[in-house]
């Protein structure tokens, strides 16, 4: 079946710029996740999604980053006034969540992220 | 502070030979995962180990989990150029499903 989906692929961006992007979760999976991924800071969690619960926030770098999910599906993760340091590739990944115990997280192919 | 360690951080090794990646990581966690990252691509899951003295092979890799110890191992056995890639351990913090993830090591097959 259809793995995890990003858009756009690559996102060029001027600093203080606004930028928006998406992720589509294989069908059915409860979970859904963001990270980054960046030479200085390698793999980073920066937010979570399970099913109609609060999703945990607590890797979000600053305000300006925001997320979130509609219909229990697709993601956007928001970054207002993008800075240099927020160049990256963003990376989602979606996962069942089941009772004592979790399946793998499958990664889609990430957003590369430049913000000049 | 949460973090795991993998090392060697780059490994460079000859086509046929053995090598151990050793992951050590600094909280209880009984769920320890391992990716794979070629150059430019996104990740792909190898293993899911849930409880200590979990085994578990696919062709040319091991990997194996010590909870009391807080380490795993990715054994590579016969290396071959396909392996070549960036290998990361994550776990996930305890109670969560966020998985903190290592520095990632490069592997480097050659004839």
């Known amino acids: 079946g259809a793995g995890v989906s990003q858009s756009p692929s690559n996102k060029v961006t001027e600093k203080g710029k606004d930028v928006e992007l998406r992720c589509d979760p294989i069908?059915?999976?409860?979970?859904l996740y963001w990270y980054r991924q960046s030479l200085g800071q390698g793999l980073e969690f920066l937010i979570y999604f399970q099913g109609n619960s609060a999703p945990d926030k607590s890797g979000l770098p600053s305000d300006r980053f925001s997320a979130e999910r509609t219909g229990g599906s697709v993601s956007t993760l928001t970054i207002q006034r993008t800075q240099q340091e927020d160049s990256a590739v963003y990376l989602c990944a979606s996962s069942w969540v089941r009772i004592f115990t979790t399946d793998t997280q499958y990664f889609g192919p990430g957003t590369r992220l430049t913000v000049l | 502070e949460l973090k795991v360690e993998q090392n060697p951080l780059f490994l460079s090794m000859q086509e046929g030979k053995n090598y151990t990646i050793y992951c050590n990581y600094s909280t209880t966690s009984d769920r320890l995962y391992w990716y794979r990252q070629d150059p430019g691509k996104s990740l792909e899951s190898l293993f899911v180990l849930l409880s200590n003295g979990a085994v578990k092979q696919e062709g040319r890799l091991m990997a194996s989990l010590d909870t009391k110890a807080r380490l795993s191992t990715l054994h590579i056995t016969a290396a071959v150029h396909d392996l070549s890639a960036t290998y990361f351990c994550?776990?996930?913090?305890?109670?969560?499903?966020?998985?903190?993830f290592g520095t990632g090591t490069r592997l480097q097959v050659f004839p």
């Open positions: 069908s059915g999976h409860t979970a």
């Open positions: 994550a776990f996930t913090e305890g109670g969560t499903d966020k998985l903190i």
